[in-house]
Nanobody
Framework: QVQLVESGGGLVQPGGSLRLSCAAS????????MYWVRQAPGKGFEWISR????????SYADSMKDRCIVRRDNVKKMLYLQMSSLKAEDTAMYYC???????????WGKGTLVTVSS
């Protein structure tokens, strides 16, 4: 059983920064690639970032490129997303998820809400 729990969301002013965290359970965390995705109010899911199982390969959506960094700590079984220069359009529920190897996720958490507003 895999459980993913996101945290670190909150209210931040435009231009501000936040670090999201994702705590994973289970013994297989280090063997899986992981995703960060988000869902803005009234919109569909948007892929933000993906990281390889050893953290050596990362990729980002154009919407967040140069404004976020994904990393992981396989010893602590933690996934992180450091976001900066946040904009109102970054307001969304943010989820971490496990890559199922088919360009999708087979497990994800309940999300953490990020609100960017003055």
């Amino acid at each position: 059983q895999v459980q993913l729990v996101e945290s670190g969301g909150g209210l931040v002013q435009p231009g501000g920064s936040l670090r999201l965290s994702c705590a994973a359970s289970g013994s297989t965390f280090r063997t899986y690639w992981m995703y960060w995705v988000r869902q803005a109010p009234g919109k569909g899911f948007e892929w933000i970032s993906r990281i390889s199982n050893d953290g050596g390969i990362t990729s980002y959506a154009d919407s967040m490129k140069d404004r976020c960094i994904v990393r992981r700590d396989n010893v602590k079984k933690m996934l992180y997303l450091q976001m900066s220069s946040l904009k109102a359009e970054d307001t969304a529920m943010y989820y971490c998820g496990r890559d199922d190897g088919l360009a999708s996720m087979d497990y994800w958490g309940k999300g953490t809400l990020v609100t960017v507003s003055s």
